[in-house]
């Protein structure tokens, strides 16, 4: 959905992005659950439905509402993510991005447990976005769950909108002793094929023709 092509949609994003930031969404959180971009979700919360809005970012929404919501569906997208990752070579960890992503990355370790002599192990990874006071530095690996260090990782998430985030994670892997394999997404708004060496593979890949 673009979102050019009209003012009822553009309302009803409006509508929803200032719902979410009355319930306390930080601007990164409303950007995850809108799939869009970070500058969009802030133009978003920033409009006044009475009065005429500023120009939009450019940018696309993307609603898998009828994915996300049946496991059945669910469980055969991440099928169709494990066998691209796959081909990148077999993962000890499959890191879930927050939240969108991790879903896919606990049914991907799941069906890849099953195929591996070793186990697959799940890993969740908080962004930086979605903290109250956003700054440089980068999101963090969860303590609850598998560990990255020493171990071959597939990173995972629903949409790639700029890279960032990616970004952000792969750094942590690496840092954390960890060797990223692959980056998959359902979606990618950005056109990438790699970020700091780290192919990107996704399911659908969006572009703009202007």
Known sequence: MNYNYGETMKDKLIKKAQDLRS?????????????????????????KSTEKKSDA???F???WKNLGGNS??????????????????EADVIVGIAIS?????????ESLCEISEKGTSLAVFH???????????????????????GKKVVIVDDVIT??????????????????PLVVTVLIDKAGLSEIDGVPIESLIKVTRLD
Do not use: C, Y
């Open 127 to 149: 962004p930086n976005k979605h903290r109250k006071e956003m700054d440089t530095g980068d999101g963090a690996i969860s303590g609850n769950f598998g560990s990255v260090n």
């Open 101 to 109: 992503g991790i879903p896919f990355a606990t049914m991907m370790a």
């Open 72 to 89: 059945t569906r669910l469980k055969h997208v991440s099928s169709a993510l494990s066998d691209v990752a796959l081909s990148h070579g």
């Open 61 to 63: 929404a993307i609603n």
């Open 23 to 47: 319930h306390g969404f930080t601007t990164g959180e409303i950007a995850d659950e809108l799939n869009v971009s970070i500058d969009t979700a802030r133009w978003l919360t920033l409009q």
């Open 162 to 179: 700029s890279g960032n985030t990616v970004k952000e994670v792969i750094r942590s892997v690496k840092e954390s002793g960890g060797e």
């Open 57 to 59: 970012p450019i940018d």
